[in-house]
């Protein structure tokens, strides 16, 4: 089993900055991706940032240019830095990592961006 540790949400004013966290453990065998995606209240769940392990990365087009994903210098990390934030960019943010074909979620960290 594989678990997902996510870490770094909060309260944040419009235009201000936070950085997410996750760390993965358990069984890791050879990770396929690593990324985040994010829920707001009666919507659907939709990819943010994912990173191929090899170091290729894909962001939705509503955070290019504001969001980060980087690996950590910890094994099995990720981060995601997010500046510029934007009120609908508030939801619950979840680590997702993808290892043979099988898909693990964290538990999800909220994030809500005040105007």
């Known amino acids: 089993q594989v678990r997902l540790v996510e870490s770094g949400g909060g309260l944040v004013q419009a235009g201000g900055s936070l950085r997410l966290s996750c760390a993965a453990s358990g069984s890791i065998r050879a990770i396929n991706t690593m990324g985040w995606y994010r829920q707001a209240p009666g919507n659907q769940r939709e990819l943010v940032a994912t990173m191929q392990w090899g170091g290729r990365t894909n962001y939705a087009d509503s955070v290019k240019g504001r969001f980060t994903i980087n690996r950590g210098t910890a094994q099995n990390t990720v981060y995601l830095e997010m500046n510029s934030l934007k009120p609908e960019d508030t939801a619950i943010y979840y680590c997702?990592?993808?290892?043979?074909?099988?898909?693990?979620w964290g538990q999800g960290t909220q994030v809500t961006v005040s105007s």
């Open positions: 997702n990592l993808v290892q043979s074909a099988v898909t693990f």
